[in-house]
């Protein structure tokens, strides 16, 4: 039959129409719009259309642009070598040394459960942690590791990386366990068989079998930081800045124009180190 | 059964820790939400009472936090409800190849690695630029979309890549048409997979933030009340109403989780035996 084929791109473009629909309107419209608004002027109170270069001159040639680029670039790499160490050794534990398909359901479900609640609720739940008073102080005092409290653990980089650490170390271990778990297992017993050891055959063979999934995580954890405002706002008690609090700042002066101007950069920004990531895999295959 | 190595050990010590480091905080506060009513954000407990959760359902002065629920709650139902459907047909799509999938491809990769704050500014400027009201069921319900949608195709890719064809062509051979392949072989096969993507739907929409920022308008979803907490209250009743949240949250998942594995019982149990006699 030549009908059904010949009609199979109408028909996906059918069935793919809402998807279609709710990405042009809420995801090509709004990029559009930034990049349109990002030539924009702004008084105090308003904006008003115009093509003019002054926002992204006075983004480009500002010092502070640089070093909240630079700050983000920080806290992506920071936070991608964190979760991915500990991303890959739960992941390598549960697909490898959890022998009972029932218990690695379990135990890859505990690590996944945070993820569906409150990213706000689980960024709160570190104050009794770590504030001056909190938990952390209090035990490093009482087993006299130190004598003052540590001023350091909130409000500080450090509270910003954690929270990231904490927020998306999940992000890692969802596709790096699930890339380990379609690695045939007869191919770690010819590593053996050929003797090799428990390391060699980690970074000889699971390794690089595993790369794909690495890479998803990667893009993850990568995007979310580089676009996150709330995490450093909080974390840092609005001490240190990130690209996106800079723009969420703008906002919050109503200077639009301007933080659609940041926007765009930073879209082009982290579709840049997408793109660059997305070169050593292909997403659909893996899934 | 061969004897776990020392790595196995270690492994798991690790593990532990990691589950630890998970919980911990979300534990401790909820330890701290009982605080008594003298008590303060941190230890030591000043007492145990329930003064805080009591403050949570009396005090308006907190906020309009019931009506944010409500909201939140009918959001998160509206954006479940489209992200299975949308995301259903746009699995089955893909499976086509139509001309120009790639394309649609990449714009949902893109929808999913885009800085939350651009679609929240973007969707934000078109409404007021050209002089509609942000509403949370208008803009804050398509703003969400593009964060679960990604998520329910991705699952649907994963579902379908596992998909045994002959299912689809053994119902063809015995005269079904298209649509009643669908509904009445395909569906069935992959609802317990349709379970998960509900489950994302929900919840990434009951706790989504920043794309609901600019655009839910003068009604507030809980996540934003819940953010305009942390500015200005100062005692353990943001404790407490984060208890109350993650616990509704984790029901939430426990019957997502229970339907799908009651599913698969139901299914196990009547399945067919087919190939499995004496062969």
Known sequence: MATPLKNRHLAGWLLASPMAFVLLCFLVLPIVMIVVVSFWGATEFSIYPAFQFDNYEFLLTSPVTYSVFLNTFKYALVTWAFTLVIGFTVAYFLA????????????????TIPFWTSNI?????????????????STLISWGVIDEPLDWLLFSDFSVILAFVHLYTLFM??????????????????????????????????????????????????????GDFITVRFMSGS????????????????????????????????????????????????? | MEKRSRAFYVLAAFFVLFLLFLYGPIITIGILSFQGPQGGLTFPMNGVSLYWFRDLFQEQAVGDIWGSFRRSF??????????????????????????????LFYLVITSLVIPSILVSLGVGLIFSQSGLDVHWATSGFGSQLTWTLPFGLLIMFAVFNRFDKSYEEAARDQGASPWQTIRHVVLPIIAPSLIGVALFGFTLSYDEFARTLL????????????????????????????????????????????????????????????GQGMV
Request: glycine share 8%.
């Open chain 1, 96 to 111: 490898f040394h959890v022998r009972s398909l029932t218990w690695q359901v379990a135990l890859f479900l505990l690590c």
């Open chain 1, 121 to 137: 609720i689980r960024m709160i739940s570190w104050i009794p942690f770590l504030g001056r008073n909190g938990l952390a102080n």
């Open chain 1, 173 to 226: 271990v969802v596709p790096i366990f699930n890339t380990m778990m379609r690695i045939d297992k007869s191919l770690i017993e010819a590593a053996y068989d050929a003797g090799a050891t428990g390391f060699q055959t980690l970074t000889n063979v699971i390794i690089p079998l595993t790369k794909p999934g690495i890479m998803i995580g990667s893009i993850f954890v990568v995007t979310l930081v580089m």
């Open chain 1, 239 to 287: 001490q240190s800045a990130n690209v996106g609090r800079l723009i969420s700042n703008d906002i919050g002066l109503l200077q639009y124009p301007s933080a659609a101007a940041t926007a765009v950069i930073l879209l082009i920004t982290v579709l840049i180190v997408i793109a660059t990531l997305l070169r050593f895999v292909d997403i659909r295959k893996e899934l």
């Open chain 2, 74 to 103: 009918a959001l998160g139902l509206m954006v479940m409800v489209t992200t299975v459907v949308v995301s259903v047909m746009g699995g089955l799509a893909f499976r086509k190849r139509f001309a120009g999938s790639a394309v």
């Open chain 2, 215 to 274: 655009t839910a308008g003068s009604y507030n979803t809980l996540p934003l009340e819940i953010y305009g907490m942390t500015t200005n209250v100062t005692t353990p009743v943001i404790f407490a109403l984060g208890t109350l949240t993650t616990a509704f949250s984790f029901l939430v998942i426990a019957v997502f989780l229970l339907t799908v594995w009651a599913m698969n019982r139901r299914r196990a149990r009547q399945g067919s035996d087919a």
